[in-house]
C-alpha cells in the first residue's frame, strides 16, 4: 500500500475487554514499531520486530500487552484485561532496509470506559 | 541514551521563518539528531535528519553546533499548515537496532 495501514481508527473497549489492534506496514519494510501515545505526550516506545523477529519489548508496560508478526508483515496488538489507564493512541510504524527515516500510521485511538 | 530538551511552544507569524532549537548535549559520536512532526490527529512525520554537516531538503533545514551539542530546526517560511508539535530525537541503538525515542517535543503555532 502507500503508507502504514492502522485498523480500525478508533476503538472503545469496556474495562476488562481484550482488544486487538492491527498495522500493515509499507510492503518491503522489515523494521516495524509500536508506540503508545497519551494524550498530550509524545510517542512512547512500546516494541519493536526486524521481520518476524521481536528484538525489543522494553516499553510494553505490563505482560496485558503482547504483540506479533507471525509472517513478517502485518502486526497485531493485544491488550488483555484493558484498565482505563490503557487508553492512548497506538502508534505503528514501518522503517525501509537502508534504515533512515520511519513511516507512520494514523493510529488507532482506544477508550476504555 | 542521550535526551533532547526543546522549549514547550513557539510562535511564528505566517510567511516568517520558524527557527526551533534543540539541546543534546550528550549525544555521542556515532548518532543522528532525528526531527518530525506531528500535526493533530496524524501520527509523526519525517522531517530531516543529519549527523554533523548542516542538511537542507524541500521541507526544512537543520543547522547542527559544531560541538554537535545543539541543532536548530529551520522553516523558511512557515504556513498555516506547520502548525503542529516539532519532536528533535536522537536515535539510539536499543536491542537488535535502532529506535526512536520522542521526547515531549515543541508545539510551534503559525498565526496569519
Known amino acids: 500500500g502507500a503508507g502504514v495501514s492502522q485498523s480500525p481508527r478508533y476503538k472503545v473497549a469496556k474495562r476488562g475487554q481484550d482488544v486487538a489492534l492491527r498495522c500493515d506496514p509499507i510492503s518491503g519494510h522489515v523494521s516495524l514499531f509500536w508506540y503508545q501515545q497519551a494524550l498530550g505526550q509524545g510517542p512512547e516506545f512500546l516494541t519493536y520486530?526486524?521481520?518476524?523477529?521481536?528484538?525489543?519489548k522494553s516499553g510494553l508496560p505490563s505482560d496485558r500487552f503482547f504483540a506479533e508478526r507471525p509472517e513478517g508483515s502485518v502486526s497485531t496488538l493485544k491488550i488483555q484485561r484493558t484498565q482505563q489507564e490503557d487508553s492512548a493512541v497506538y502508534l505503528c510504524?514501518?522503517?525501509?532496509?537502508?534504515?533512515?527515516?520511519?513511516?507512520f500510521g494514523q493510529g488507532t485511538r482506544l477508550t476504555v470506559v | 541514551d542521550a535526551k533532547t530538551t526543546q522549549p514547550p511552544s513557539m510562535d511564528c507569524a505566517e510567511g516568517r521563518a520558524a527557527n526551533l532549537p534543540c539541546n543534546h548535549s550528550t549525544i555521542s559520536g556515532n548518532e543522528y539528531v532525528y526531527w518530525y512532526r506531528q500535526i493533530h490527529s496524524q501520527g509523526p512525520q519525517y522531517i530531516i535528519h543529519?549527523?554533523?554537516n548542516n542538511e537542507t531538503n524541500e521541507m526544512a533545514s537543520l543547522i547542527i553546533t559544531e560541538d554537535r551539542k545543539s541543532s536548530t530546526l529551520i522553516l523558511p517560511h512557515a504556513t498555516l499548515r506547520d502548525t503542529a508539535v516539532y519532536y528533535c530525537i536522537v536515535r539510539v541503538r536499543g536491542t537488535g537496532g535502532f529506535k526512536t525515542i520522542f521526547g515531549a517535543g515543541t508545539r510551534l503555532f503559525v498565526k496569519a
Open positions: 543529519g549527523l554533523k
Open positions: 520486530f526486524q521481520n518476524e523477529a521481536q528484538l525489543d
Open positions: 510504524a514501518s522503517r525501509d532496509p537502508s534504515n533512515t527515516e520511519a513511516f
